[in-house]
C-alpha cells in the first residue's frame, strides 16, 4: 500500500496534530506547574446548545493530566442541595488548592434558561447576574483562576447540525424537544446570553468566546484559550511572589461608632437566681415553641455565638439547646481550620456546614474570626479582612434569601470580669482545659479586639441579620437575653 | 413562707439531685479526658418503644459539654444515602478523633423493625446482624469506643403510658399507629430484639440495659452507665500510654502462592502500534456501551488501579477515561491522607469518595495502602494490616451487594522496565514532577513489595471483586487488556 502523502486531508491533519502536540505539551506542563503554586481553577463552559461543550470537555480531558481535575455537572440536584441555600451546591464543588474545577452546569445554567421578555423577569434576572458577580469576584480576589468559556454557535449551524441528527435514524434520538425549542428561540436566548454575559464580564471573571462551527478547530481554540489564561496567571503568580501578611502594629478603627455601642452597654445588670429560674422556665417553653414551629416550617435557624474568651458563650449555648430536641441541633465549634479547609475559601469551611431545611446549627465562633483574631494577628492581608465584611453580609443575605433565620450574638463582659473567670478555671480542676496561655495573650489586646469588635458590629449589623450586644457581666441576665432575643428573632421571622 | 425541708418529695429531690451532680462532674471531666486522648466516642441508644430515649437523650446533652458531641438521627434517608451502599450513611456520620456521635437512628433501627416469624425473614435477619457484628468490630478494633444502651420497658408500663397520653386530649396526638401496633406486638418485638442483642452483644460492643420504667433514675442510670464505660475505656489507654508502630526487618509472607502468581505473569507481551490502533478503536467502543449500559442500570462502577511506581497506572486511566463522557467519571487520587481524614478509620477516606449510583469512579491507588505501603513502611501495627484484608473484602462486598461493580488493576512490571521509565521520567521535563526520592526508595524494597503484592493478591481475591493482574512492560498491551478486563467484567456484571 503506498501512502498518500500529499493528500489535502493528510497534509490537514498532519498540520492540525502538530498543533494539538504543541498544545497538549505546554497544557499539561502548566498544569503541572500551577499544580505546584497551589491555584484552585474554575473552569465555566457554557454555550449554544449544541455547540459541543461535551465534546470539547472530553477532548481537553484526554490532553490534561486527569488526576487534579474535577468535572461538575448538577443537572438533578440532590434533596440534600435542594435544602439550602442556592450556592451551597457549588461551594461544595469547588476545587481545593492545586485542583481544576470543571463546571459543565455551573451558576449560569439556571440563570442562562431564563427566558426574560418582561420587566418582572428581568429584574429577578438582575438579582441573579449580581449574585454571579458576587460570587465570582470573590473567587477572583481570593487568587482563584476563573476561565469562563462561551460556546458561540450560529442559528444556521444549529439548525443544519439538528437537521443532520434527524435525518439519520441512528441518531434522530439524540434530537430533544428541549433541542427543537432552544433552536426556534435562538434570538431571544441570544439576546439573553449577551446581556448576561455583558454584566458578568469582569476583572477576575472574563468571558473568553469560542467558535464553534467546526469541531477541531473549536477544540484547538478551546485549549489554546485556557493555555493563554494559565500563562497569564502563572506569570502574575511567580511577579507576586508569595508575600505573606504580618501582625500589624495597631488596630485603627473604622467604625468608631461601632465601639462606641459596645461602651455603651450597661455590663453589670443584676439578676437573682430565684428571678432567673422563674424567668428561665417561661423563656424556655417559648424558645421551644418558636424553635418547633421554625422546623414545622422548614425554615432553618443559624445561630452564631461570638465574645471574648470567658465571656460565656459556653453555657450561654448550654441553656439554649436545653430547650430544644438533641436531634435537632448540631454545634460546630470553630477551631484552627483543618487542612482541607486551609485549601478553600476561608467562607468554605462554615458553607459546609450548613444543615438541611428545618434544623438549628449554633456556630460556637464564626466567620467572624476573619475579621476579629485574623486582623488582629495578621493572619491575612488587610485588603482581605476589609472586604470580608462585604463577603459576611452577602453570605448571610443568602442564607436570609434562602428562608434561614440567623441569629447572631455579642457577648460583652467587662475586662475585670474576664480576669476573675481566667482565675477561677485555673483554680478550678475540671475548668483547666478551659484557659491557656492563648487567652491570656489575646487579654493583653484587649483594646484591639474591642476597635475590631466595634468595626464588625457597625458594618456587619444588617436587616437580614442584625446583632445581638448581650451585657454579660451576669451569666444569668446573659442566658435568659440569649434565650429572650432569639424567641423574639425567630418568632418575628416566623411571622413577617 | 416556712420551708417543709423535711418532706419525704423534697428529701428524695435532694438525694436525686446530689447524686446527678457528682455523675455530671465526673461525667464532663472525663469527657475532657477522653477529648484529649483523642478518642472517637460512639455512643447508640435503641430500646422499646416509648421508654424515653429522647428525653433521657436531652437530659444527657444538658450534662455534657456539647461542643464535641454530635447527634444523628437518619431517619428519612436522602437521596444521596440512599444511592450508595447502606453503610455510608453512616459511615459519613461517625465521630473523628476527640468526638462523640450519639446515633439515635442507627445501624440497628432498620434491623429492630424486622419483625421476623418465617425462616425466610429470619436469614435476612442473620445476614444484617452479621454485617452489624462486622461494622462493630472494625469501629472496636480502631480503638473507637462503642457503647450501646438499651432502654428497657414492660409492656405494663409501655400500656400505662400511652393510655395515660390518650386520656389528655393535649396529649392525644403524640400517639402514633406505629406505637399502637408496636405495644400489639410487644411480645414478638421483644423475642426479635433479644435475639439481636444477644447476637450483637460482643467484645468491644456490649450491649448495656437502662431500665426505664421511671424518668429519673433512668437518666441517672443512663448517666452512669456511660460513665462507667468512658471511665474503663480511660483506663485502658492510659495503661496502653502510645505505643506506636515501627518499621519490620522482613516481610514475611502470609501466601506464597499469590507472589507466585506474579512472578508467572508473561510481562513482555509484544503489540504493535498499528495492531494497537485498530484493536483500541474497537474496545473503546464496546467499553464506552458498557459504561452507558451500566449508568442506565444505575450501576456505580468502581475502578481500583495499583501497581508498582512507574507501570503506567496514569496513562491507562487516561485511555479508560477516553471512552467515558467526562461528566458521568470521577478519579480519586490517593495520596497521603488529610488530617481529617487521619482523624477517622482508615477506610473512611474511601467510603466518602463513593459516588451516586450509575456512576464511575477511578481510584489511582486505593485502600490497599494499607496492606502495602502501610505494612512495609511500618505505619501501623502488624494486627491492623492482618486484620486488613477481610475489612477490605468486606467493603468490596458491601459495595457489590449495593450493586455497584467492583474492577480491580494491578500493572506489573519488571524491576529492568521500571528502571528505564524512572531514567525517562528525570530526563523529560514535563515528566519530572512524576518522580522523586521517594519513588526510588520505594525501589529499593522490591522484593518487600513483591511479597506484599502476593499476598494481597492471595487474599483478597474474591468472587464479588476479583484481580485483574495486568502484564504491564508493553504499555499498548496493558493499556488494551485493562480496557478489554474492564469491558469484559461490567458486561458481566450486568448480564449475570
Known amino acids: 500500500m503506498s501512502k498518500a502523502v500529499g493528500s489535502p486531508k493528510k497534509l490537514l491533519k498532519k498540520a492540525y496534530d502538530a498543533k494539538v502536540s504543541r498544545v497538549r505539551q505546554e497544557l499539561i506542563q502548566l498544569q503541572v506547574d500551577l499544580q505546584q503554586t497551589r491555584t484552585k481553577i474554575v473552569l465555566i463552559l457554557a454555550g449554544v446548545e449544541g455547540a459541543g461543550r461535551g465534546d470539547a470537555l472530553n477532548t481537553l480531558m484526554g490532553w490534561f493530566d486527569p488526576r487534579n481535575v474535577e468535572t461538575i455537572a448538577v443537572e438533578n440536584p440532590s434533596s440534600e442541595e435542594r435544602e439550602r441555600p442556592f450556592m451551597w451546591r457549588y461551594w461544595r464543588s469547588l476545587p481545593s488548592s492545586g485542583r481544576i474545577g470543571i463546571f459543565v452546569d455551573s451558576w449560569y445554567t439556571h ?18 447576574v449580581r449574585r454571579i458577580r ?39 434520538w439524540r434530537v430533544t424537544d428541549h433541542q427543537m ?3 426556534r428561540a435562538y434570538q431571544r436566548l441570544a439576546r439573553t446570553a449577551d446581556h448576561i454575559l455583558a454584566e458578568t464580564d469582569r476583572p477576575g471573571a472574563r468571558w473568553d468566546v469560542v467558535e464553534s462551527a467546526e469541531p477541531k478547530p473549536r477544540n484547538l481554540e478551546f485549549a489554546r484559550t485556557i493555555l493563554r489564561r494559565f500563562r497569564a496567571h502563572h506569570r502574575r503568580i511567580v511577579k507576586a511572589n508569595g508575600s505573606t501578611p504580618t501582625k500589624p502594629n495597631r488596630i485603627i478603627a473604622l467604625r468608631p461608632d461601632g465601639r462606641q455601642r459596645l461602651l455603651d452597654l450597661t455590663l453589670d445588670q443584676k439578676l ?8 428561665r422556665e417561661k423563656w424556655l417553653g417559648r424558645l421551644n415553641r418558636a424553635v418547633r414551629r421554625a422546623a414545622e416550617a422548614k425554615r432553618t435557624v443559624v445561630f452564631v455565638f461570638e465574645g471574648q474568651d470567658a465571656a460565656g ?18 454545634i460546630v465549634s470553630v477551631a484552627k481550620p483543618t487542612d482541607e479547609e486551609k485549601a478553600h475559601h476561608y467562607l468554605w469551611r462554615f458553607w459546609r456546614q450548613l444543615p438541611r431545611d ?5 456556630f460556637d465562633r464564626s466567620w467572624y474570626g476573619r475579621v476579629l483574631v485574623e486582623r488582629i494577628e495578621g493572619f491575612c492581608f488587610p485588603r482581605e479582612w476589609r472586604r470580608a465584611y462585604t463577603e459576611i453580609n452577602d453570605f448571610e443575605e ?33 475548668k483547666q482545659h478551659k484557659i491557656n496561655a492563648e487567652d ?32 454579660a457581666n451576669n451569666k444569668r441576665f446573659a442566658r435568659l437575653e440569649v434565650m429572650r432575643q432569639a424567641t423574639k428573632r425567630i418568632t418575628e421571622a416566623l411571622d413577617s
Open 181 to 183: 425549542r432552544a433552536h
Open 313 to 330: 458563650k459556653g453555657g450561654a449555648i448550654r441553656r439554649l439547646t436545653s430547650a430544644m430536641d438533641a436531634r435537632d441541633y448540631h
Open 358 to 362: 428545618g434544623r438549628v446549627v449554633i
Open 134 to 172: 458576587h460570587f465570582e469576584r470573590l473567587l477572583a480576589d481570593a487568587d482563584t483562576l476563573v476561565i469562563k468559556i462561551w460556546f458561540a454557535f450560529s442559528k444556521s449551524d444549529q439548525g443544519k447540525r439538528l437537521q443532520r441528527l434527524r435525518a439519520d435514524p441512528a441518531t434522530a
Open 272 to 279: 437573682s437566681a430565684s428571678a432567673y429560674e422563674a424567668k
Open 111 to 128: 440563570t442562562l434558561r431564563e427566558e426574560t421578555d418582561n420587566r418582572k423577569e428581568l429584574a429577578k434576572l438582575e438579582d441573579e
Open 440 to 471: 491570656w495573650r489575646n487579654r493583653a489586646q484587649w483594646s484591639a479586639y474591642e476597635t475590631a469588635v466595634g468595626d464588625m458590629v457597625a458594618l456587619t449589623d444588617t436587616s437580614y441579620a442584625p446583632w445581638n450586644l448581650i451585657p
Open 398 to 430: 443568602q442564607l436570609h434569601d434562602h428562608g434561614s433565620i440567623v441569629v447572631k450574638y455579642w457577648l460583652q463582659i467587662s475586662k475585670d470580669v474576664q480576669f476573675e473567670r481566667f482565675k477561677s478555671r485555673e483554680e478550678t480542676p475540671y
